[in-house]
């Protein structure tokens, strides 16, 4: 097996990000608005991928109990929804695209 | 007569495969698919800006995916097909649907449902933590967006698909801690001669497994998963074979215990209606192509084209030698009896974190012995996914309370719409 490239990655696991890029990670940037703040994708990404390869958890659960980070990626748990430009989103299935604003907290309130 | 109107819900192997043996019979249909682009999840199409080949995302089934996805192309001119679209209701002939935040219904005569299949999935104490993934969501970060789910991950479950995830992870390079199968390597020495039916699909499943050795990775079969541990995300996963504790250090788990299909439902009892591939019973994407085609076929000879004998007896052979097949699977890699045994604290349902003592304090206090009440007093099955995770295991939790067969329980039944639909805030234009 060839080298991991998971091995370039520091040790220090809390600053990692969650989802680690393997194959075609060099694709084009954009920029895009993550709970406010600016943040940067490759084109082609889902909104939970260019959140994921950014940190560690994706948005609160439906219930506000705890956080979580997705689960079936294939828009069966219905996990993933996100606040995505004046409405909802499931973040599995819905590519960034630059500029959108997502936001990740307090699924059952507007904002 | 005038043709019907037919409309497929599904643009994977199945329903591609019906469209275009109805396409050929010179019949159109509307196929409407919640994906972007066709293939369904096996032969998912990754977005635009990733240009590999599709050897490297497909593997053995390259040829079988590009053909596939050759057919939609050439298919999206001659009929009406409809990406992007979400189907989240059925009724008196008529398909409610959703696409770019607009609604539309389609009236039909004719409806094949080919929705696929998921992962078959068993609660576990911890398995609501970041972190941890259905298997064949692992498989597809990596095939759709080139990600491994974590930079440790271990595979718990069973199935082929914990085997050729693995493999497919460990060729991309992503470090994997441990394969951990539920089911030991007896079950599959007694399946091997049904397996033996379809000796390819046999031989790459051998070798998935024997790469994953070669790789140096810790495949364990026959164990007990105790859960999935951490705080605010996965650190640990803790199971127990023969009589050894063990535990494997991690930040990621891809779990699954085989497929099962999408719609909840096995056969259609309406007239008119069809069901074709996964979606209707657990084949697998080559049984998928030919149960499409021949549901188009079948609808064709309705319709009074001409009826395709030799081709639908071609058909039936080999759906039945692929039948045997996937009995071998089942008995490679039955699902474990987990749901009835699990700690009272465990979420059962992830939508809105019912746990499993909740669900049994619900049982007792209100008599329940049918699925249907059990979701009306406890809640799961409520939730934005209507059991499509938890809905076995609270069967399993409810037969074993109330001492009766998994059978007799019943299931949950799916209520429109099917799946959450968005709707702009007030005051957005």
Redesign the interface.
Request: one cysteine or more.
């Given at each position: 097996m060839k080298p991991s490239p998971l091995a370039q990655h520091s040790t220090d696991e809390a600053a990692q990000p969650r989802m680690v890029r393997l194959i075609e990670a060099e694709r084009a940037r954009l920029t895009f608005s993550l709970d406010g703040a600016p943040a940067t994708a490759r084109e082609g990404d889902t909104i939970l991928t260019a959140v994921l390869t950014a940190r560690r958890y994706l948005a609160e659960s439906a219930g506000g109990e705890d956080t979580r980070a997705g689960f079936c990626l294939m828009g069966a748990c219905q996990e993933c929804w996100v606040a995505v430009d004046g409405t909802r989103a499931r973040a599995c299935s819905t590519l960034v695209t630059a500029g959108m604003s997502v936001a990740t907290g307090g699924h059952f309130t507007v904002g | 007569m005038a043709d019907p109107a037919i409309a497929i819900v599904g643009a994977g192997p199945a329903g591609i495969r019906a469209a275009e043996a109805l396409s050929r019979h010179g019949l159109s249909a509307i196929l409407v698919d919640?994906?972007p682009k066709g293939g369904g999840?096996i032969y998912r199409q990754?977005?635009?800006?990733?240009?590999?080949p599709a050897s490297?995302r497909y593997g053995f089934e390259a040829r079988k995916a590009s053909a596939l996805h050759l057919t939609i192309k050439r298919l999206a001119t001659a009929i009406d097909y409809r990406p992007s679209t979400l189907a989240w209701n059925v009724c008196n002939g008529r398909l409610d649907t959703l696409c770019a935040?607009r609604g539309e219904s389609v009236v039909f005569d004719i409806l094949v449902i080919a929705t696929g299949a998921?992962?078959r999935m068993l609660p576990l104490p911890g398995w609501?933590l970041?972190?941890?993934?259905?298997l064949?969501?692992?498989q597809?970060?990596?095939k759709?967006?080139?990600?491994?789910?974590?930079?440790?991950t271990v595979f718990l479950g069973t199935g082929p698909l914990l085997y050729l995830v693995a493999y497919q992870y460990?060729?991309?390079?992503?470090?994997i801690e441990a394969v951990l199968d539920v089911n030991p390597a007896h079950a599959k020495r007694r399946a091997l001669f049904a397996l033996a039916s379809s000796p390819r699909t046999l031989a790459k499943g051998i070798y998935y497994r024997a790469s994953l050795g070669t790789?140096?990775i810790a495949v364990e079969e026959g164990v007990t998963p105790m859960g999935i541990a951490g705080t605010?995300?996965v650190r640990d996963v803790h199971y127990r074979r023969g009589s050894v504790d063990k535990s494997v250090r991690c930040?990621?788990v891809g779990l699954g215990f085989g497929l099962k299909s999408?719609t909840q439902d096995g056969e259609s009892t309406v007239s008119g209606v069809y069901l074709a591939g996964d979606g209707a019973g657990i084949g697998g994407a080559d049984a998928a192509e030919l149960w499409g085609e021949r549901v188009g076929l079948s609808i064709a000879a309705r319709c009074g084209r001409r009826h395709d004998a030799s081709r639908i007896a071609k058909i039936d052979r080999r759906l039945a030698r692929l039948a045997r097949f996937r009995a071998g699977l089942e008995r490679a890699f039955p699902l474990p009896l987990l749901g009835s045994t699990l700690p009272d604290d465990t979420i059962l349902c992830?939508?809105?974190?019912i746990r499993v003592g909740q669900v049994k304090d619900a049982i007792r206090a209100f008599d329940v012995v049918e699925m249907n009440r059990m979701k009306a007093i406890s809640r799961v099955g409520m939730?934005?996914?209507q059991g499509?995770?938890c809905g076995h295991a609270a069967a399993e939790l409810l037969a074993a309370e109330t001492r009766q067969d998994l059978a007799a329980v019943g299931r949950l039944r799916g209520q429109p719409p099917i799946?959450?639909l968005?709707?702009?805030?007030p005051g957005?234009p």
């Open positions: - | 919640e994906a999840q990754p977005p635009d800006s990733f240009q590999g490297s935040g998921m992962d609501t970041p972190g941890v993934y259905a064949g969501g692992a597809i970060a990596l759709y967006q080139g990600c491994a789910i974590g930079q440790n460990a060729k991309a390079g992503a470090k790789h140096g605010d995300e930040d990621a999408e992830r939508c809105e974190s939730g934005r996914c499509r995770m799946k959450p968005p709707m702009p805030w957005t």
